[in-house]
């Protein structure tokens, strides 16, 4: 990559979207994607070339993932820490995460001294869609796409908390609309509108809406998510992906009572099969967890 002088950079910084301010952490934990990634996926590099200039990989969840892994600001400050004074490239292929820690690391690549160039290889999603928009430039695979959509949170509490937690999400979801109207000159409205759909901007069509600047010709590898069999299948494990999902202690509780064999239900009598089955009934479950 030829080095960009810093004269150049200070004008091409002035092109950078604007920082985002004004979102402070309430104490709630917004994520935007609850997916569960293969093991074999999760991978975070920093590599510095002969050339000067160094690579970032973020191909992981954004933020902490409840397991010691995930790509967090922390982590990305550090490797800026390192490159300070080098052109740097950040290749993303992650479904998201953790909305401040997305917003906190747009904010480190868009203070960075240097040109900042971003390659979207298989998804940019959610918070990722956010830190891809810091690059000075952005490269996205002909078959890649990013994933724009509103913020989300599990929330448990009043109807204060509640009434809270509702205009918390819409000044979360101003503010990345806000950050994508910058980049592409799109109205805001429509952003919101398309984030409402949750909408997925592949290739050239990226390019196209202002989301991208160039289209690179190359296969782009799509994240790995686990399959049914890969997720937790005792009760320990499930606590801890339910805990990571933001689900309350005391609804956790209640829901090992619904789907443990033999237990009658709140709403109706003990499983068919309590007593002549070991395995749990987990229809409560997937009622928790239904969108529907």
Do not use: C
Request: aromatic content about 6%; glycine content about 8%; charged content about 25%.
């Amino acid at each position: 990559m030829r080095k960009i002088s810093r004269g150049l950079l200070r004008v091409t910084a002035k092109a950078r979207p604007p920082e985002i301010t004004g979102i402070e952490a309430t104490g709630s934990d917004w994520k935007f994607e609850t997916k569960a990634l293969a093991d074999e996926f999760r991978h975070f590099e920093v590599k510095a070339l002969a050339d000067n200039s160094a690579t970032i990989s973020i191909f992981d969840y954004i933020g902490d993932d409840g397991e010691g892994g995930g790509v967090g600001s922390k982590r990305i400050a550090a490797a800026l820490r390192a490159l300070a004074g080098k052109p740097i490239t950040v290749e993303i292929n992650s479904p998201g995460g953790n909305y401040f820690e997305g917003v906190s690391i747009y904010n480190l690549l868009r203070r960075h001294d240097e040109a900042v160039t971003v390659q979207i290889l298989g998804v940019a999603a959610s918070a990722a869609s956010v830190i891809a928009m810091a690059g000075d430039t952005i490269e996205i695979a002909h078959n890649a796409e990013i994933m724009i959509h509103q913020a989300m949170g599990v929330v448990a509490g009043n109807a204060d908390e509640m009434e809270d937690s509702v205009a918390t999400l819409r000044k979360l979801d101003r503010a990345m609309a806000d950050t994508y109207a910058a980049r592409t000159g799109l109205d805001v409205d429509a952003l919101l509108a398309m984030m409402k759909a949750e909408t997925f901007i592949g290739g050239q069509d990226a390019v196209d809406q202002g989301f991208a600047d160039s289209v690179m010709q190359r296969e782009a590898q799509m994240p790995v998510y686990a399959e049914a069999e890969d997720f937790p299948s005792d009760q320990a494990t499930l606590d801890k992906f339910l805990a990571k999902q933001n689900m309350p202690r005391s609804a956790r509780r209640e829901l090992f009572r619904a789907i443990k064999p033999g237990t009658p239900r709140a709403d109706g009598p003990a499983t068919p099969n309590a007593g002549t089955n070991d395995e749990p009934d987990f229809t409560p479950l997937i009622t928790a967890l239904s969108l529907s």
